[in-house]
């Protein structure tokens, strides 16, 4: 075990040719980050999991309560064997001809099938009153670090400091996890891959000891990430002025902070006037690459939310605008399907539930777009 430690720990991939980790050592004068600090991640982001549970049931919720959030979720599908085991063991997109089979089959009509199935998909998501919860969680999380990171911008390296990139990196291991009981969204796979870079970037830098930019980007990063969280709470409370306002300064503090003078400030610093003062080394250049690869990221969220306010802005013309559904919200959660899906429309006998000959009514599937899916 020793051996790997070593190897894993080479001083010259981490560190520049002239340094080693001897020169790195705390003393009275000068404090350093500790590679043997990121150990203490793990059982943090246990901690702050069972926070996050606590929070959500003991002070999210009755928020949500006091909001008038009821934890009711979309209209139930009526009990059908036959159908519920199409939708579990076949398909969730029956196509015209399954669906023709199981008309004859139970002597349903067509549209009362086709409404089970988005009946039952909706079943599988989440109550607004878990979406609120999990959104203030969030919001909480991040202005809360956010305000306790932005106190060292200016302050010379401190433990504080290296408390605060702890805590940011049991945060996202927190999430690395969670993320798998969390509503699921459209962009998992990006989340995920952000997730996983931001883990080996925080580590990085505070390896390297390049924490002075880590915090900066942590912070541009936390600054946006709270208006988003406090925009989907406005939105779910149906509090329509403040959520467009909310989604507007989210918009502007995502887009100045992400793609504006400040990334690529810190991006010259870290590319080219650090190449200029210690040099390249192997560590260096998996630094930079991964701050490249979240600025890709960046770019690719940007472009989301400049699709999502034009959206907006065109539907607006026609009367109210909401950001965070008229595109079904790239990033935020889908919200439940239209008023037909509850309406009965005529048809035949669609209380009625037979089987035919026997059979295990697995005959169709299903037409595109009659289940939406969460993000």
Same mark, same amino acid.
């Given at each position: 075990m020793a051996g790997i430690l070593a190897w894993f720990w080479n001083e010259r991939f981490w560190l520049p040719h002239n340094v080693t980790w001897a020169d790195l050592k705390n003393t009275e004068e000068a404090t350093f980050p500790q590679a043997e600090d990121l150990y203490l991640a793990f059982p943090l982001a246990f901690c702050i999991f069972m926070v996050r549970l606590i929070f959500e049931r003991f002070v999210a919720k009755p928020c949500a309560i006091a909001?008038?959030?009821?934890?009711?979720?979309?209209?139930?599908?009526?009990?059908?064997?036959?159908?519920?085991?199409?939708?579990?063991?076949?398909?969730? =997109?029956?196509?015209?001809?399954?669906?023709?089979?199981?008309?004859?089959?139970?002597?349903?009509?067509? !549209? %009362?099938?086709?409404?089970?199935? !988005?009946?039952?998909?909706?079943?599988?998501?989440?109550?607004?009153? !878990?979406?609120?919860?999990?959104?203030?969680?969030? /919001?909480?999380? %991040?202005?809360?670090? /956010?305000?306790?990171?932005?106190?060292?911008?200016?302050?010379?390296?401190?433990?504080?400091? =290296?408390?605060?990139?702890?805590?940011?990196?049991? /945060?996202?291991?927190?999430?690395?996890?969670?993320?798998?009981?969390?509503?699921? !969204?459209?962009?998992?796979?990006?989340? /995920?891959? =952000? =997730?996983?870079?931001?883990i080996f970037l925080i580590s990085f830098s505070y390896v390297n000891n390049m924490a002075r930019v880590g915090t900066l980007v942590l912070c541009l990063h936390d600054s946006a990430d709270a208006l988003l969280e406090a925009a989907k709470m406005a939105n779910y409370a149906k509090f329509q002025k403040i959520c467009d306002l909310l989604f507007v300064m989210f918009a502007m503090v995502f887009i100045t902070t992400r793609l504006g003078i400040f990334p690529l400030w810190v991006l010259n610093t870290t590319l080219f006037e650090s190449w200029e003062i210690v040099g390249p080394y192997p560590s260096w250049w998996v630094f930079n690459l991964l701050l490249l690869l979240i600025q890709g990221l960046n770019c690719f969220w940007s472009y989301l939310i400049v699709k999502i306010a034009c959206k907006a802005i065109s539907k607006g013309k026609a009367g109210k605008w909401n950001p965070l559904h008229v595109s079904k919200d790239d990033r935020s959660d889908i919200e439940s399907s239209s008023d037909e899906e509850d309406s009965e429309p005529p048809g035949k006998n669609p209380h009625t539930s037979t089987t035919t000959n026997g059979t295990s009514g697995t005959n169709g599937y299903l037409l595109p777009g009659s289940c939406s899916v969460d993000d």
């Open positions: 909001l008038n959030i009821q934890a009711n979720g979309p209209q139930i599908a009526q009990p059908n064997a036959i159908l519920e085991k199409v939708f579990t063991a076949i398909t969730k =997109h029956p196509d015209e001809k399954r669906l023709e089979g199981l008309s004859k089959q139970l002597d349903w009509d067509v !549209r %009362s099938i086709q409404r089970w199935f !988005r009946q039952r998909c909706n079943q599988e998501k989440p109550s607004t009153l !878990r979406k609120f919860c999990e959104s203030m969680w969030r /919001f909480s999380f %991040s202005l809360y670090v /956010f305000t306790y990171g932005v106190r060292f911008l200016k302050k010379p390296l401190t433990t504080d400091l =290296h408390y605060y990139y702890i805590l940011e990196l049991s /945060f996202y291991w927190s999430l690395m996890f969670s993320q798998f009981t969390d509503i699921k !969204r459209k962009d998992f796979g990006i989340m /995920f891959l =952000h =997730h996983l870079v931001a």
